[in-house]
């Protein structure tokens, strides 16, 4: 079985692995087959069986492979930048134009699966641990004073886990995407 985050997959692989996350994003998960994955990726049951075992298998691969690609996307963003304002602003920059792309019906699809809560958690968990490090970096140059590193990643990740709850996004009437962008201009004044 291939790991769907590898780049060992073949060509034709990728292929399908980009058609399902896209069928994903535009239109959830939990409602579709093997059958209905085949069709929306125009291949085989087979080639779709070569990604898992099961319809779980491939969902729980696509969408951690989903939130792989952000976070490899956002660590090259704020590598990319100099100082800790611009480094969170962009690594969350990363966040916000791949939730653009998600419908409520992923979120929900991804929120209320048990096997994908786990796998966002788990990216989470490593972003919260990388915005950590990016505010660490910056406490040794000076940039940010007080507190502690690990003390800043928790704030800043108790208000990022607080916008990934869908019911909060209605009550405020943001997409994830808005709320994250506006948190991310917010860290930019508030770790001053």
């Not at 790991?3 to 058609?19: F, M």
């Not at 898992?52 to 492979?65: H, L, P, T």
């Amino acid at each position: 079985m291939p790991d769907v985050r590898s780049n060992a997959l073949s060509g034709r692989q990728s292929d399908v692995l980009n058609a399902l996350e896209d069928a994903f994003l535009a239109e959830g998960f939990r409602h579709l087959t093997i059958g209905d994955m085949a069709a929306l990726a125009r291949t085989s049951r087979r080639t779709i069986y070569q990604l898992g075992q099961s319809k779980d298998e491939v969902v729980v691969g696509v969408v951690d492979r989903y939130f792989n690609s952000m976070g490899k996307e956002a660590l090259r963003r704020a590598h990319d930048t100099a100082n800790v304002h611009d480094q969170i602003e962009a690594y969350l920059s990363a966040s916000v134009e791949r939730n653009r792309r998600a419908s409520r019906q992923f979120v929900h699809d991804v929120e209320n699966y048990l096997p994908t809560s786990h796998v966002y958690d788990r990216h989470q968990e490593i972003a919260i641990r990388e915005l950590e490090t990016i505010v660490r970096k910056a406490m040794e140059r000076g940039e940010v004073t007080g507190g502690s590193p690990a003390l800043w990643a928790e704030m800043l990740g108790a208000v990022i886990r607080h916008l990934r709850d869908p019911d909060v996004l209605d009550r405020v009437g943001a997409t994830r995407s808005d709320a994250l962008e506006l948190f991310g201009r917010f860290c930019r004044r508030g770790l001053a």
